[in-house]
């Protein structure tokens, strides 16, 4: 987890540690979209976002549920790329989205980077209605009921 700021005009500098982390990305470029699950946004390497759409873009789009999801899936799907002081800009719908004022918190999920404003993130790992304890048993416990899907 980084935290970091961001300007009146929307850009963040990644801090160096997670420059690091993404160094073979950052020539490639980012995909910035809101998450589905969280008032957060997601930054996925070009990458791993077109293997992501390989799988979306099997759906059969005649079938609406499928033509909806689509949609919603990518809206606000931007393309990003880091100039050369590390900095990517964060369009305005997706500050309002994620809610993001001043403070944010960058935390690596895997093969994303979800940008968070910190109240935010800080409420969605302190929230007092999820126990961890639990849930990493529900989740985690039985090897073999994991879903990996």
């Not at 957060?40 to 976002?49: F, Q």
């Not at 899936?73 to 309002?96: C, E, H, W, Y």
Request: some cysteine.
């Amino acid at each position: 987890m980084y935290e970091c700021r961001a300007d009146a005009k929307g850009r963040l500098m990644l801090p160096s540690g997670l420059k690091k982390q993404l160094a073979a990305e950052l020539e490639e470029g980012f995909v910035l979209k809101r998450s589905i699950f969280s008032s957060c946004l997601e930054l996925h390497p070009l990458v791993e976002w077109n293997l992501v759409m390989a799988d979306v873009n099997k759906l059969n789009r005649f079938v609406k549920k499928n033509n909806d999801f689509v949609r919603m899936f990518t809206a606000g799907v931007r393309m990003v790329a880091v100039d050369s002081t590390a900095r990517i800009q964060i369009p305005k719908d997706l500050i309002n989205f994620a809610g993001i004022q001043k403070q944010i918190v960058l935390a690596s999920v895997g093969n994303i980077v979800e940008i968070w404003d910190k109240d935010q993130y800080e409420k969605a790992v302190n929230n007092p209605a999820i126990d961890f304890g639990l849930l990493a048993e529900e989740v985690m416990g039985n090897p073999e009921k994991i879903n990996y899907e």
